[in-house]
T-cell receptor, first 110, second 116 residues
Framework: DVKVTQSSRYLVKRTGEKVFLECVQDMDHENMFWYRQDPGLGLRLIYFSYDVKMKEKGDIPEGYSVSREKKERFSLILESASTNQTSMYLC?????????FGDGTRLSIL | DQQVKQNSPSLSVQEGRISILNCDYTNSMFDYFLWYKKYPAEGPTFLISISSIKDKNEDGRFTVFLNKSAKHLSLHIVPSQPGDSAVYFCAASAIYSGAGSYQLTFGKGTKLSVIP
């Protein structure tokens, strides 16, 4: 079975902090994704990566950056956290469909 | 511009009856469709998919129907069970979406409640 592991289930940070969310997959997948899920808005794509050191913007990249130094690891970075970035963050990986998701990180920015 | 629409935010069904969840899309380039199920505080799990070359795909209690001319798909759950209570997301993909990424576009979800 594919395993996508997100480093934290719950995280509380303060406005202005730099926040790192980590995601690791164990299936040698080429593609990795970061989404945020908000009530009534579904899943929205922030960034994705199709190879090491490669990244593409999704639908809502503002305020975020990403890093993929190794194939199995994809990091989401909130450069200066703001309260409107309080959300559930979901990481996914795939070679072909379907995408496989981690359990998510519930991030609260105070 | 919402390319994948789930117009019913919620649905309640009696245990043992059929649940029908609907999804509409606008992008004619979409050719692969998926349904995901999500419990609170967990990530979405893949449920069933269908390619545009088919109009039906079945897996146990779950059947997905695709009507390309209407740009509509539906998920049928028969019989519904209390454990099916979750949020269901419809998602669509266009294979040639650039960067070889097989991106998915998600609907906003439908919360299904199966009443015992």
């Amino acid at each position: 079975d594919v395993k996508v592991t997100q480093s934290s289930r719950y995280l509380v940070k303060r406005t202005g902090e730099k926040v790192f969310l980590e995601c690791v997959q164990d299936m040698d997948h080429e593609n990795m994704f970061w989404y945020r899920q908000d009530p009534g808005l579904g899943l929205r794509l922030i960034y994705f990566s199709y190879d090491v050191k490669m990244k593409e913007k999704g639908d809502i990249p503002e305020g975020y950056s990403v890093s993929r130094e190794k194939k199995e690891r994809f990091s989401l970075i909130l450069e200066s956290a703001s309260t409107n970035q309080t959300s559930m963050y979901l990481c996914a990986s795939q070679s072909y469909q379907p995408q496989h998701f981690g359990d998510g990180t519930r991030l609260s920015i105070l | 511009d919402q390319q994948v629409k789930q117009n019913s935010p919620s649905l309640s069904v009696q245990e043992g009856r059929i649940s029908i969840l609907n999804c509409d899309y606008t992008n004619s380039m979409f050719d692969y469709f998926l349904w995901y199920k999500k419990y609170p505080a967990e990530g979405p799990t893949f449920l069933i998919s269908i390619s545009s070359i088919k109009d039906k795909n079945e897996d146990g209690r779950f059947t997905v129907f695709l009507n390309k001319s209407a740009k509509h798909l539906s998920l049928h759950i028969v019989p519904s069970q209390p454990g099916d209570s979750a949020v269901y997301f419809c998602a669509a993909s266009a294979i040639y979406s650039g960067a070889g990424s097989y991106q998915l576009t998600f609907g906003k979800g439908t919360k299904l409640s199966v009443i015992p």
